[in-house]
């Protein structure tokens, strides 16, 4: 049976997420989405959620329990069908995130982590442990090319793959989706494939200074 205080926490959740997505998390106060949620009680947010960011939180975890499954769940076929690529876990990870592209709550939670990437400079903190061990899978079947560069090259890829994602559900969701979304996956795929399993770069001899 669903209480009034589980009611009064479902809206506080959407109107957050849609505040969150179109506005960006630092621009939403919790007058805002108490206001959205049609919440008289001020401190409504700070009961259910202990503040802002434990809204946040809440929303970000609703979407990375429904991604850690389809992940588990195409890690095992992969892994039944024999040695995984890194190509193939590249897939994973985008076409997965592509998935939240099917809801109007999915294509905000794009938004909101779009917003959070560019915020903080591509990569996000806090990945979820099934991201966390597909990452752990993905590194031995890459290159290295040092800490650094290794490093820059995964940034790279995680602001591009969130960016164009969050973009692409602000398409979606205004109703001009162009191209298709099968062709803006495959893209993110290659280019983040292109990115990853590249070469190092060669080692350029050092110099001795002329006597």
């Given at each position: ?14 109107a ?21 949620a049609?919440q008289r ?21 609703r ?8 992940r588990?769940a195409r890690?095992?076929?992969l892994?039944?069908?024999?040695p995984v690529?890194a ?8 076409e997965t ?9 999915g294509?905000?939670f ?5 917003h959070?990437s ?34 820059e090259?995964a940034?790279l890829?995680a602001?591009?793959v969130?960016?164009?994602l ?15 979304r ?12 292109a ?17």
């Open positions: 049976m669903t209480t009034k205080s589980d009611l009064t926490r479902s809206r506080l959740l959407e957050g997420e849609r505040l969150f997505a179109e506005r960006g998390v630092e621009n939403t106060t919790v007058a805002d989405i108490t206001r959205a049609g009680n001020g401190a409504a947010i700070h009961y259910h959620f202990g503040g802002r960011d434990g809204l946040l939180d809440a929303i970000i975890e979407h990375d329990r429904e991604l850690n499954q389809l588990h890690l095992e076929q892994e039944q069908s024999g690529s190509r193939e876990m590249i897939e994973l990870i985008v995130m592509a998935t939240r592209l099917d809801t109007g709550s294509r905000a794009l938004q909101i982590q779009g959070r560019a915020a903080t400079g591509g990569a996000l903190s806090r990945p979820s442990l099934a991201m966390a061990a597909i990452r752990s899978q993905l590194q031995p079947l890459l290159p290295t090319a040092g800490r650094e560069l290794d490093a090259r940034e890829v602001t591009m969130i960016g164009r969050a973009r692409r559900a602000r398409e979606e969701a205004a109703g001009t989706p162009s191209p298709t099968a062709t803006v996956v495959d893209a993110l795929v290659d280019a983040a494939t990115v990853l399993t590249a070469a190092p770069p060669p080692t350029i001899p050092h110099q001795g200074s002329p006597t």
